[in-house]
């Protein structure tokens, strides 16, 4: 038996991810309305975001107002930002020695949607290595991928598989710890990180789309 040796494992400055699944309904309601946008010339010029965006991308579209609009999605992005943001703040309170972290569901915490905006993207297109000003949170829900990308995904044989994935960059390497975290798109998961870590998706060759939704959000 192990000695009690009172090991515990401390991680005050480890960078949290946080991932969920939303709602069926909300990915094919979002879908819908993108769907509209993209094929609506003056409403997507209108909604035009590419020159504020890092991306190299055949359409980036402002969703901020349609997704306030939707309380179904503002429930989902509300739920998982306080949720990630306890857990974090829990991490922390239980290592300074507070028995009880209760107080904290009390506490209010008011999640704001700064800008939101939808990515598609085709054969060829990426997004370079780039990190979201001016909020607390970036997220990420995938809403499509191409129907032959599991096929792609699978026949790539280099040793790091990057095709259509998101990939998170941090400088620091250690034992247990990553310093590249590769997110592979599947329809419905949800991604949710300080806003600061660089960040980039690289590109696939298929034919089809691969559409994204991208949300920053301030906590007050
Ligand atoms: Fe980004």
Redesign the pocket.
Known sequence: MTPDYKMQVVAPFSPIIMKAEAPLSVVTALNQRIDRIVAEKSERQSREWGQH??GNLSAEVRMTDIIRAMPDLTDFLYDVARTYTYRCENVLLNYSGYDDTEELKDKKLEIQIKEGWANDMVAGDF?PV???QGCVY?C?LFLKVPDDYEAEFQAEKHRQNSVGCLQFIDSRTAVGAKNLFMVKPVVRDFYLWPSWML?CVYPFRGAGIRRSM?VNLAVL
Request: avoid cysteine; charge should be neutral; charged fraction near 0%.
């Open positions: 965006l890092a997004n780039h990190y979201h970036s990420v960040h991208s």
